[in-house]
């Protein structure tokens, strides 16, 4: 018997739940580690930027796939570590987009002009309060559109997660495809594709309102 439109609709929506549940926490997570190991590879701490640089190329260098399936199958056989996958999903997502937004972080503190960080130790201020007051809030702003692909790529990469057993949008999507008859594939594809635009969709709009409130604060409204 074929699948309706109706079941088909159904059973991907749960997974769109658990997709937009592991991007998101994925997203964020990534964020900080974007943040922390991009700020540490331009420390003047020398340990801080060798493990923030071997982190980086770790994670840029191995497929997101290989890295999933380690800390999933080879994390319990290595170490004694069990997790599940949708904690494996959501660590394996992040540790791989903050490699990649570490390096946009390093780029955007580096752009900014050298003259503001001269004028920083003019005025007395720390490495810290440089950073926090003069280097990042003007970084931000031209972090946010590599973010923001950044964000849809990982929404993308999260289809990799139906790999470690995860039922999200890719998993049910495939699932059905293997229930149903050659009729039903083309529905099934044609809602899963509107799925993850729809999402994609939702990302760009959320990253470009943040841009617009980052350049606001910053003063440079209206400059792009």
């Known amino acids: ?38 700020i540490g590879s331009i420390a003047r701490f020398a340990p801080a930027r060798w493990l923030a640089k071997t982190y980086i190329q770790i994670f840029r260098g191995t497929s997101l796939l290989v890295q999933l399936f380690w800390l999933y199958y080879a994390l319990p056989v290595a170490m004694g570590i069990r997790i599940s996958p949708i904690e494996a999903g959501i660590l394996g997502l992040s ?16 752009s900014v002009d050298a003259g503001q960080q001269e004028a920083a130790v003019a005025l007395n201020f720390t490495p810290a309060q440089t950073l926090w007051r003069v280097l990042l809030p003007q970084a931000l702003v031209e972090m946010m559109p590599p973010f923001g692909n950044l964000a849809i790529q990982n929404l993308k990469d ?12 890719a998993f049910q999507a495939d699932d059905l495809r293997n229930r149903g008859y050659d009729t039903d594939t083309l529905p099934i594809l044609g ?34």
């Open 1 to 38: 018997m074929d699948l309706t439109l109706e079941q088909i609709v159904s059973t991907l929506l749960q997974g769109t739940q658990i997709t937009i549940w592991i991007t998101l926490a994925s997203t964020v997570g990534g964020a900080l580690l974007a943040f922390a190991s991009g």
């Open 158 to 169: 999260s289809s990799l997660v139906s790999l470690i057993s995860l039922a999200d949008l």
């Open 191 to 224: 809602v899963t594709l509107l799925l993850y635009f729809a999402m994609a969709l939702v990302i760009m709009v959320a990253m470009r309102g943040l841009e617009r409130y980052f350049e606001r604060v910053s003063g440079r409204e209206g400059a792009h």
């Open 95 to 110: 540790l791989n987009i903050g490699a990649y937004g570490a390096e946009v972080v390093r780029g955007a503190l580096q």
